[in-house]
T-cell receptor, first 112, second 116 residues
Framework: DGGITQSPKYLFRKEGQNVTLSCEQN?????MYWYRQDPGQGLRLIYY???????QKGDIAEGYSVSREKKESFPLTVTSAQKNPTAFYLC???????????FGSGTRLTVV | AQTVTQSQPEMSVQEAETVTLSCTYD???????LFWYKQPPSRQMILVIR??????QNATENRFSVNFQKAAKSFSLKISDSQLGDTAMYFC?????????????FGQGTELSVKP
């Protein structure tokens, strides 16, 4: 079945460490997105990519980095510069010219 | 910049009754999409319904319908015959209809509880 796979489901990070969240899709979608979800704030866009080897900052990109070396993969690195990284992270993909998003099942990141 | 506002953080409804969730948005664009997404306790995002701004007719999907008021920039969701499985967080979202990345802008969410 086609879809988006996010891993791991739960992730714990010590303060000062970088950590990478995985997002893989087999839908052949062009565009991929990372959103952060916090209680009472909805989902906010971190980064997005419309084609391989290109990506743009969203509304809250500070403290995060991404890469898009393959069409299928869009990993998100939460760096030590992110002051409050504890949140739920959702990855999504979409075909350009199509309104429909497909979401992954999310990664819950907790700083310990 | 576009903004989406959901002014009801929490709502509850009795099973089989009707409930309306509110959403307002701000934009200077003329061509856009509006969506309602459902996020149950599993946290999987599920598209409930979408509306294209150029269409005057309100969208309907089974028990779910919208009241789209373009001039007032209002987009409410009505759930008829509420079921226990409708218990979830509901997000209103906006997308410009252009080639600028297809970014979704979300409201803060409304947590709906359907009570037996």
């Amino acid at each position: 079945d086609g879809g988006i796979t996010q891993s791991p489901k739960y992730l714990f990070r010590k303060e000062g460490q970088n950590v990478t969240l995985s997002c893989e899709q087999n839908l052949n979608h062009d565009a991929m997105y990372w959103y952060r979800q916090d209680p009472g704030q909805g989902l906010r866009l971190i980064y997005y990519s419309q084609i391989v080897n290109d990506f743009q900052k969203g509304d809250i990109a500070e403290g995060y980095s991404v890469s898009r070396e393959k069409k299928e993969s869009f990993p998100l690195t939460v760096t030590s510069a992110q002051k409050n990284p504890t949140a739920f992270y959702l990855c999504a993909s979409r075909n350009r010219g199509n309104y429909g998003y497909t979401f992954g099942s999310g990664t819950r990141l907790t700083v310990v | 910049a576009q903004t989406v506002t959901q002014s009801q953080p929490e709502m509850s409804v009795q099973e089989a009754e009707t409930v309306t969730l509110s959403c307002t948005y701000d934009t200077s664009e003329n061509n856009y999409y509006l969506f309602w997404y459902k996020q149950p306790p599993s946290r999987q995002m599920i598209l409930v319904i979408r509306q294209e701004a150029y269409k005057q007719q309100n969208a309907t999907e089974n028990r779910f319908s919208v009241n789209f008021q373009k001039a007032a920039k209002s987009f409410s969701l009505k759930i008829s015959d509420s079921q226990l499985g409708d218990t979830a967080m509901y997000f209103c979202a906006f997308m410009k209809r252009d080639n600028q990345g297809g970014k979704l802008i979300f409201g803060q969410g409304t947590e709906l509880s359907v009570k037996p």
